[in-house]
């Protein structure tokens, strides 16, 4: 079974995203342009890509990719985490005004974070991104399990939402979920540009664009409404599971059992 074959745990409800997603204003944007853009990108590079590493990976596809999506960044911000310097690889921003106006603040971990939407850590082409990479000379973070890595960088700089890639999938993970390194949303990216499906492609442009990191006058984004949407529809499902085992199907059962056995006391009076 390949890393990208493997089940994870949702960070959003599938069913909601099968179905009440698509009753969301979003839903109607228009993706056609983005997938081109994103599909000369992955055609223009695909002979290289499995050669490339890790930096070379990150400049050739996933920064022009970044790029598509929206946002503007700054590479390699040193943050002490838990007392250590870590180093996400992408602080992500709404606009160029947003990202020049945090250039100076770098020393300053609260002002400049209090600034970033998201951050990115990328891994060269297709390395697997839920387990150790040993004798990897392509890795530079040797032994180190990038889903893990990505929840350390997550903490460290209090950023809630992050995106980890390897080029081919993209993963986004969410600071204040229950397992911060094991619960993501999925996506391959290749998968879905070789289909050319454009609806299974707005998945993957609805949850990893720069709009999608944007507050709205709630203080909330797009992510945080499909989680609180998924969390409530979920709820609401279960409810109504547990009310028609209990209003239906087990009174059903339960009369079907009595009339078993009343059958049965019949069937031995007669005998008797």
């Known amino acids: 079974m390949t890393d990208r074959q493997k089940p994870n745990k949702p960070l959003f409800s599938q069913h909601y995203l099968d179905h009440r997603l698509k009753e969301s204003p979003e839903w109607q944007v228009d ?18 890509l499995s050669t490339l590493s890790e930096a070379q990976t990150e400049e050739v596809f996933i920064k022009p990719a970044l790029d598509l999506l929206g946002f503007s960044h700054i590479p390699q911000v040193t943050t002490r985490g838990k007392g250590r310097a870590e180093r996400p690889d992408y602080a992500l921003f709404n606009s160029e005004n947003d990202r020049d106006a945090a250039y100076p603040l770098q020393s300053n971990e609260t002002a400049f974070y209090g600034r970033v939407i998201a951050i990115a850590e990328a891994k060269y082409w297709e390395r697997p991104l839920s387990k150790v990479s040993k004798n990897d000379n392509r890795d530079f973070y040797k032994n180190t399990n990038p889903s893990f890595q990505i929840a350390s960088y997550l903490t460290g700089t209090g950023v809630d939402w992050g995106i980890l890639t390897n080029g081919r999938e993209w993963r986004l993970y969410y600071r204040q979920a229950s397992s911060t390194a094991t619960e993501f949303y999925q996506v391959d990216l290749v998968e879905l540009l070789e289909a050319e499906d454009l609806d299974k492609f707005k998945y993957f442009l609805l949850f990893f664009r720069q709009e999608a990191f944007v507050k709205d006058s709630q203080g909330r ?30 009174p059903d059962l339960a009369g079907g059992f009595v009339a078993d056995a009343t059958r049965r006391g019949e069937a031995v009076t007669s005998e008797q």
């Open 31 to 48: 993706v056609a342009a983005e997938f081109q853009k994103l599909k000369n990108l992955y055609i223009s590079k695909k002979a290289l």
């Open 221 to 250: 984004n797009f992510l945080e409404r499909v989680r609180d949407g998924s969390t409530t529809y979920a709820t609401r499902v279960g409810n109504e599971l547990k009310a028609l085992v209990f209003d239906r199907i087990f």
